[in-house]
């Protein structure tokens, strides 16, 4: 059974840095390209980071870019996200997933998907 286990999330206030991990189980995914998805409350789940499988490309939304760095483990089975100066608006529950598709922002090209971590940031 594969699964996918965030953890990591937290309460912190603004300014702040935490680092979410997403561990793998059930099959390898050294070879598959991962990302982080969010989603805050009454919004849609939107595109973070995305890894490549050798972890030498990343690609980042806008906002995010030059604060969260997204990395991998393969040896551990194991993708990072490193979230430094946070802000409220990066409260939401953080998802780790598998990409199986193209389009490397869109949810529906993920078919493995952790259970979320909740992150909450303070002002």
């Known amino acids: 059974q594969v699964q996918l286990v965030e953890s990591g999330g937290g309460l912190v206030q603004s300014g702040a840095s935490l680092r979410l991990s997403c561990a793998a189980s059930g099959r390898s995914f050294s070879n598959d390209a991962m990302a982080w998805f969010r989603q805050a409350p009454g919004k849609e789940r939107e595109f973070v980071a995305h890894i490549t499988w050798n972890g030498y490309s990343t690609y980042y939304r806008d906002s995010v870019k030059g604060r969260f760095t997204i990395s991998r483990d393969n040896a551990k089975n194991t993708v990072y996200l490193q979230m430094n100066s946070l802000k409220p608006e990066d409260t939401a529950v953080y998802y780790c997933?598998?990409?199986?598709?193209?389009?490397?922002?869109?949810?529906?090209?993920?078919?493995?998907w952790g259970q979320g971590s909740q992150v909450t940031v303070s002002s």
């Open positions: 997933a598998h990409r199986n598709r193209v389009s490397i922002s869109s949810p529906l090209s993920y078919d493995y």
